[in-house]
């Protein structure tokens, strides 16, 4: 069984942050894996989740939506996790502001158990009870 808590610590998360756009959020969820030191390559991050979001949307829950991209610049299955103060310009389905924002990192080796957490993290953002 994969559990969110072995793939998140305290460096991984960032509370009472800003952005003005998904492109802001996603700009500083890289910046964010990258000063947890698990990250060869940020360019090559930014370029391999722009591209996964391209071909794949991430999934939009009641207020959250949760990024996934596998990764030969990344070292170790990590999650990160911000909450952006007023949201970040865009809303989910069901019209609430989108403003908890997970990133979910792993290398090409551990893609099962990147969809994995990633599955269970969906769950959790589309039940509309979880965070209202």
Known sequence: MIKL???IGLQNIAFETKAESELDALSFMIDLAEQSGFVK???ALASD???HEIISSSARG???IVFRVS???VLRLQTFFTRFNKGIGYYSKSGHPIDL???VTSPLE???QCKLLVEKLENL???DQTFR
């Open 49 to 51: 989740l722009l591209t």
């Open 125 to 127: 953002i589309l039940n």
């Open 101 to 103: 924002i997970f990133l």
């Open 62 to 64: 009641c207020c959250a």
């Open 41 to 43: 390559n940020k360019k």
């Open 71 to 73: 990764s030969k610049s």
């Open 5 to 7: 808590s072995d793939y």
């Open 110 to 112: 551990q893609i099962k």
